[in-house]
């Protein structure tokens, strides 16, 4: 029988990273495209499901159609390569035992080690109760449109097992805050720069407004959630001034705030709005604060089977016992786990390397993920014999 091995999962890694999918634009579907060619080189079909132009997801089934669903799922995007890199970005390259490339960690190489593992279970046809679904998506690094496509034309059920292949050095990762973005206007009053008097200073009254959202991290940062770290609130941008000889009117701020279960833009923008109001600001100066983004928590239950069986598979292969934590940035988890469905991140890499120059990643990682995520879909199948 053929085995999907080193070789194969590094030539997987090396053609998806060199395949563009920075977002913006995407072009998730010569990704997804080429996904699907390699699975039909062993008999395997697939569905390329459109999503916009140029942007697609690929999705693929082994085992019983009407089984438990095993869901192995990741992203086909990555942000822009930047600037700084010491190599070329689109190209895998080696130095010593890591690979590099725009992707590596974040997270073509999770895409790599499902593929293997999910041809290798395809070709054994050994699953007797269980309904195997590779699926990957685009758009994840911005608005995950791909997941919402997914899971509408597909509705896993509520006894579903997730596992999405996020960079989490191979930990059982199994909660992370959610984002809501506000912006923070201050409204003054134009005139010229020559006679400041006769205007009222935007940017002024932004200044002490954001002493306001100093404030307010503080506060949020007293607030404790098993499983997570504390929630923040951090100005990330700023303009103001239409040119360099006028009193600007307006200025404004984004506020990115990283939340917890019970958060809502009402809820903090209420909080928010209880500081701002008591910061005294020039004549004629006032504010407004409104909703950008918001973006859940996610949160899966740490006894519940599908860690347990992580583990056990982690134990079973690696023959050490695995750490179980939060996952530090944000993901497509909260779209499983608002259905009921026990998810969680699971993959190669290091989150830390993602988005930055010279993203890196330990490519002995890969190939253990790939025995990890096979293991995992034969412990659940052996589950419900």
Known sequence: ??????????G???????????????????????????????GIQSEIQEV????????????????????????LDVVPPGEGWGTDPWQL????????????????????????????????DTLKNTCLVLAFTCDEEINGTGTKKFLEKYRPGPDSRVIIGEPTSMEI?????????????????QAHAAS??????????????????????????RLHVALLPPPTASC????????????????????????????????????????????????????????ILEMPPGMTEKNC????????AYEDVLASTPVVKDFPACSDMPQFTRLGLETILWGPGDIKEAHKANESLKISELHSMASLYRQFILLSDQEDE
């Open 12 to 42: 997987y890694l090396r053609e998806l990273i060199a395949i563009r999918t920075e977002n913006p634009p995407g072009n998730e579907k010569k990704a997804a495209e080429y996904v699907s060619g390699q699975l039909e080189k062993y």
């Open 1 to 10: 029988m053929t085995l999907i091995g080193e070789e194969e999962r590094i």
């Open 93 to 124: 390259t080696f130095a010593k035992e890591y690979g590099y490339g725009r992707g590596v960690s974040d997270m073509k190489s999770g895409l790599a080690a499902m593929m293997s593992a999910f041809i290798q279970i395809k070709l054994q």
């Open 52 to 75: 916009e132009d140029g942007r697609a997801n690929v999705v693929a089934f082994a085992g019983k159609k009407e089984g438990r669903k095993v869901i192995l799922t990741g992203h």
């Open 305 to 312: 089977r599908t860690v347990a069986l992580a583990e056990k």
């Open 236 to 291: 990330t941008l700023i303009r103001g001034g239409i040119k360099d000889n006028v009193i600007p009117a307006t200025a404004e701020c984004t506020i990115d705030c990283r939340t917890v279960p019970g958060d809502s833009p009402e809820k903090l923008m209420g909080e928010l709005k209880e500081i701002l109001d008591k910061i005294e600001l020039q004549e004629g100066a006032f504010y407004r604060i409104s909703p």
């Open 196 to 221: 400041p008097e006769d205007g009222c200073n935007a940017i002024y009254a932004l200044s002490r407004l954001i002493a306001g959202v100093k404030e307010y991290h503080r506060q949020r940062q």
């Open 173 to 189: 990762q199994i909660a992370h805050r959610g984002v809501i973005r506000l912006k923070l206007e201050a409204i003054g009053r």
